[in-house]
């Protein structure tokens, strides 16, 4: 045998007897820092789905809010010869209008019908519902506003910050 041979042979059993691993607790660290970086991606991940969560739960006000400018709209189709009495300032009583036995007129059916939506605009986050008039143009609009980021706004600007305005949504349309 050469020298180069024994000398790989020596340096083989020395491997072996584990005379050249003296280092301990490398692959610990490995696995910490493995941890660390899953942990870093896990809290990412909830993360997201938090703001999945949120964005979903504001889709659903908005498709609620759609849904009642739908509602309200049709209502005013179907007593087009009252559709100027759905405009109301202030709210309206909803205490003795329209009964079963007692029927009612166009305009008080009108007055029950936006008390009706306008209580259904309350399920939303404060939630307000307004119907306007443009006689200039022939067109009513609808105006429906919530707290979308439930921060406590009260402002009627409907703008750019949920902090100070709420979140609204508009329709117009002629009967």
Same mark, same amino acid.
């Given at each position: !045998?050469?020298?180069?041979?024994?000398?790989?042979?020596?340096?083989?059993?020395?491997?072996?007897?584990?005379?050249?691993?003296?280092?301990?607790?490398?692959?610990?660290?490995?696995?910490?820092?493995?941890?660390?970086?899953?942990?870093?991606?896990?809290?990412?991940?909830?993360?997201?789905?938090?703001?999945?969560?949120?964005?979903?739960?504001?889709?659903? !006000?908005?498709?609620?809010?759609?849904?009642?400018?739908? *509602?309200?709209?049709?209502? !005013?189709?179907?007593?087009?010869?009252?559709?100027?009495?759905?405009?109301?300032?202030?709210?309206?009583?909803?205490?003795?209008?329209?009964?079963?036995?007692?029927?009612?007129?166009?305009?008080?059916?009108?007055?029950?019908?936006?008390?009706?939506?306008?209580?259904?605009?309350?399920?939303?986050?404060?939630?307000?519902?307004?119907?306007?008039? *443009?006689?200039?143009?022939?067109?009513?609009?609808?105006?429906?506003?919530? *707290?979308?980021?439930?921060?406590?706004?009260?402002?009627?600007?409907?703008?750019? *910050?949920?902090?100070?305005?709420?979140?609204?949504?508009? !329709?117009?349309?002629?009967?």
């Amino acid at each position: !045998m050469n020298s180069v041979g024994v000398a790989a042979r020596r340096f083989f059993l020395s491997i072996r007897q584990g005379k050249y691993f003296k280092q301990r607790g490398f692959t610990l660290l490995e696995v910490l820092i493995a941890v660390l970086v899953l942990s870093i991606g896990l809290i990412g991940l909830a993360g997201m789905q938090l703001l999945g969560v949120k964005n979903n739960n504001s889709a659903a !006000m908005r498709s609620q809010a759609v849904f009642l400018a739908q *509602d309200i709209s049709d209502r !005013m189709r179907a007593n087009i010869g009252n559709a100027g009495s759905y405009v109301i300032t202030g709210t309206p009583s909803c205490v003795g209008l329209c009964t079963i036995t007692s029927g009612c007129s166009g305009s008080q059916l009108a007055t029950y019908d936006v008390c009706q939506w306008r209580n259904s605009a309350a399920t939303l986050p404060s939630g307000i519902g307004h119907i306007t008039y *443009d006689a200039g143009n022939d067109v009513y609009r609808i105006r429906l506003m919530w *707290d979308d980021e439930r921060t406590g706004a009260t402002g009627t600007n409907c703008g750019s *910050d949920p902090t100070v305005d709420l979140s609204c949504f508009d !329709m117009e349309f002629r009967p």
